[in-house]
Structures are given as structure tokens and as C-alpha cells.
């Protein structure tokens, strides 16, 4: 018996997926593996995301070939080295409610003649992975977002490649800030949660973080640097995640219009705190919107790896029948979690645990405050 498994990244890219995809399509075609098996498998690339299953019509070939591609070993033996997807990906939403296509994504699902799906993204994708097998869809998700904001697994594809993206451009922020004796706010992404900015900005050696999950005060903010100005040190940089926002003002967006998933373009506070840095103690200050820089480059060996590992375990997921699941990575091991549980709700930094709130910045003890020291 064959099996088509249909593989799509949705979402935005990050460097990671095609490792996931190269490893989904290796593990399912391994011939190894296969003379073990009693099903042999096909795995078919589905472009664009769920846009690719929105819009093909099964009954024309022209079509077919435009949104689905046969993936074969040889096609993505090189793949996990680059970064983006070669699969494209899209943040269309079948079940937007504004725009319901989930009946079309359902027939043209049967009328390809996918008998698995394996979605890998972030919260929205996997919203859509969750409806679907609700409907009685086989598929598996794999997990991937820079945010690193999803429930239920320690890591997503694409953050390791993310926080170095972070961490070598501030340092290269670094020279030209001490040159000159200015301020640097560096915007980072990571929507609602405040991972990419905490730990990028500890890497970097950011003096001052700030992030979503605490409303910040320019007071403080200020104080901070004329602090550090006092003690001779020549500049600073200041780390601001996109979704961070001052204490009792709302958050900045680049634009209003909203995306199939109800999301608005995070963007601007950078501008603003530079600004208001500028104004309040009269240091020279700068910015910068790393934006998709981010997202961009080649993976990082933890993301190729991380890629390998989670495709091999989707693969598995299928194998085994365990539908409605995402591979995960948590304490080291990998693993497998409810879809639902991974989107119920997200996995936003625990201030108390992981942020200074005086300092704006990462603690200064990890032990202490678990009694960890026995
Ligand atoms: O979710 C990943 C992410 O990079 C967020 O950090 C960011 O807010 C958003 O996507 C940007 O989306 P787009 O690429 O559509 O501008």
C-alpha cells in the first residue's frame, strides 16, 4: 500500500524548515527503512502553505504542478543548508471566517489523494492543523516560529538562527555606538512573547531589555542609562521586543491591517524609545529594526539539526497512528504533544522567573529562588 504524506511550511520562514522538510521526505523514502515496512510512501511538497490546498484544482495538471512538487531524495538531499522554505509559505487562513475555504482545503485534501499531513509552523498554522483534524484529517505538526512562543515544546525551528541574527549585529551595532558615544535601541521580533529579545539581548550584551510580558517606564529606562553614562561607559544598547509597550500606553503597530488570523504588524516602538531617550537625558541615541533580518540567512547547526530530529519524528508520528500530534523537544528529549495543547495558549517569558524588573534585564540568580542548591 502507498501512502502520500503532503508536507507544507506556513507562516512566517525562518532558516530550519527545509531541514524538516528534507528529513520528513528522507525518513518516509528510506529504502532501508522501507523493506521493513509494509507501507511504502510518497511525499508530495505542498506550495505555499494551506494556501497551496486552497487554491489547486486536482483536475487540472497545470495546476497540480504549480502547487504541489513530488519530493524525492535526491531533490532535497541539499536542502537543509539554506534558509527560508523551498516550499514557500503564505499566512492564508482556510477557515478565516471572513473568507471560509475549508470545504475546498477538505476536498482538494481527498481529491489528491493525501493520506497524511505534516504541517510544520507556529500557532497559526497548527490552529489550522487542529481544525483539520478535528474533521477527521490525519495530520502532525512540527513545530517552528523565531518567537518561540508555542506550548509544549522547548524549541521551535528557526529561534537558534534568530538569536545569533541578534547577537552579530549588535555586535556590530557595538563599534560604531562606541565610536560615536551614543544610545543603540534595537527592535527585535517576537510578537507577544518576549524570548528573542530576553535572550538575544543577553547574548548581545544588551544593558537594558524590554519586553512584552512587563509594561516598561521610560523613567526607569533613562535612569538606567544616565547610570551607566555617569560610571564612564561610552554607550549602550537597548533591546526592545516589537510587542513590548510603556506602562499604561498601547501597543505601537506598523500597520493596522490585519492578516487572515486576525494579526496587525507589530513595529515602531524602537523609534519611540530612541526618541524619548533622546529627549529625556540628552544622549544622542539611534535605532534599528532588525525586522526580517531575523527570519533571514543560513540555519544555524542547532536549527539543521533541530530540523533533522523533528522531521525523522513526524515520520514516526505517522507511522505509529498518532495523528493530531506535534513532535517536541522538552528537557532534552524529543517527544510528542496534543496539537491542541501546543496552540491552547501561549508560552510567554515567566517574568519571575526570568526577568529583572529593576534592571530591565535577565536575573541575576537562577538558584536561589527554586532552592535549587541542595
Ligand atoms: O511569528 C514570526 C514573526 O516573525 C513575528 O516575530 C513577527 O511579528 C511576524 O512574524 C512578522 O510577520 P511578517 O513576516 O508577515 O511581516
Not at 555617569?230 to 493596522?256: C, F, M, P, Q, W
Not at 539611534?286 to 533571514?296: F, K, M, N, P
Not at 523533528?310 to 510528542?336: C, N, Q
Amino acid at each position: 500500500m502507498t501512502i502520500r504524506i503532503g508536507v507544507l511550511t506556513g507562516g512566517g520562514d525562518c532558516p530550519g524548515l527545509n531541514s524538516a522538510i528534507k528529513w520528513v521526505t528522507k525518513t518516509a523514502l528510506d529504502p532501508l527503512l522501507a523493506a521493513k515496512r509494509h507501507e511504502v510512501f510518497e511525499v508530495i511538497g505542498i506550495r505555499d502553505g494551506w494556501r497551496g490546498l486552497v487554491e489547486v484544482d486536482p483536475a487540472d495538471p497545470s495546476s497540480v504542478a504549480r502547487w504541489t512538487e513530488q519530493l524525492t531524495e535526491l531533490k532535497v538531499r541539499a536542502w537543509d543548508r539554506t534558509g527560508g522554505t523551498a516550499l514557500g509559505t503564505s499566512r492564508v487562513n482556510p477557515f478565516n471566517p471572513k473568507d471560509d475555504r475549508s470545504r475546498r482545503l477538505l476536498e482538494n485534501i481527498e481529491a489528491l489523494g493525501i493520506d497524511a499531513l505534516a504541517a510544520i509552523g507556529g500557532e497559526d498554522t497548527l490552529t489550522v492543523a487542529q481544525r483539520l483534524h478535528d474533521l477527521g484529517v490525519k495530520v502532525v505538526g512540527i513545530p517552528k516560529t523565531i518567537d518561540r512562543d508555542l506550548t509544549g515544546t522547548d524549541y521551535t525551528l528557526g529561534y537558534d538562527s534568530a538569536l545569533n541574527v541578534i547577537t552579530e549585529e549588535v555586535d556590530r551595532l557595538r563599534t560604531t555606538a562606541g565610536s560615536h558615544s551614543r544610545i543603540f535601541v534595537v527592535e527585535t521580533m517576537g510578537r507577544h512573547a518576549g524570548w528573542l529579545a530576553l535572550e538575544g539581548g543577553q547574548a548581545a550584551g544588551a544593558y537594558v531589555i524590554l519586553i512584552p510580558e512587563w509594561d516598561f517606564q521610560m523613567e526607569r529606562v533613562c535612569e538606567l542609562l544616565m547610570t551607566r553614562k555617569n560610571s564612564g561607559i561610552r554607550y549602550s544598547i537597548v533591546v526592545v521586543s516589537e510587542g513590548a509597550k510603556i506602562k499604561g500606553e498601547d501597543l505601537v503597530y506598523l500597520s493596522e491591517k490585519e492578516d487572515g488570523f486576525g494579526h496587525k504588524v507589530l513595529g515602531g516602538i524602537a523609534r519611540y524609545v530612541s526618541k524619548e531617550i533622546e529627549r529625556r537625558t540628552g544622549l544622542e541615541s539611534r535605532y534599528v529594526v532588525l525586522s526580517h533580518l531575523q527570519r533571514g540567512g543560513k540555519p544555524t547547526a542547532c536549527d539543521r539539526l533541530m530540523g533533522r530530529r523533528f522531521g525523522i519524528a513526524a515520520v514516526d508520528l505517522i507511522l505509529r497512528g498518532r495523528f493530531g500530534r506535534m513532535v517536541s523537544y522538552i528537557k532534552g528529549e524529543l517527544t510528542s504533544v496534543p496539537i491542541s495543547q501546543a496552540i491552547a495558549k501561549l508560552q510567554t517569558v515567566d517574568v519571575a522567573r526570568y526577568y529583572d524588573t529593576e534592571r530591565y534585564n535577565g536575573p541575576r540568580s537562577s538558584l536561589l529562588a527554586d532552592n535549587k542548591i541542595t
